[in-house]
């Protein structure tokens, strides 16, 4: 792409570091901002920037949040018995969209990938075995994709959690393999979490 001005196309460069976006898309978006009141754009950069600085992750869940223990983590009505163990926030969102769900979560920042060069130590999973241990958890449950990198998680996590006294069970897999957690509608996701199998079980199927 020429651009008639260097301010133009780091601009549009920025905005094309964006997943999903390209050149043509970047572009758009850039003069539409150009074409807001000042203030406006203003206030879209600052917000991004105080996103960006202000940001913390729950130290319970590890959840993205706005103070050092989340929303729901510090909740007096949760059920703190039952954790849902998924991949990222979206995740979150979505089983919170259900309204099927009273339990709290645990956000694990990625799946085991070794073509990523994803481990678990680079995941929150210490943190997982540590708070079973700790805490008065009596089941987790598993809400990862159905994917390789998904099951190979839930394996893992199994292998580390098998010898203590929670109750391990997964989502019902309704969600057809290779599918993504958060494109799964409301209503599917919540009967999934509601007719949740236990893990072993899943397996001998
Ligand atoms: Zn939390």
Known sequence: MNFSSKLLENAVAEFAKLPGVGQKTALRLVLHLLNQDKPDVERFSAAMTK???????????????DSKVCEICAAHKRDRTLVCVVEDTRDVMAIENTNQYNGIYHVLGGLISPMDGIGPADLTIDSLVERVKADEIKEVIFALSATMEGDTTIFYLHKRLKDSAVTISTIARGIAFGGELEYVDEITLGRSITTRVPYEHSLSR
């Open 51 to 65: 996103l960006r600085n202000e940001i913390q992750h729950c130290e319970v869940c590890h959840n993205i949040s």
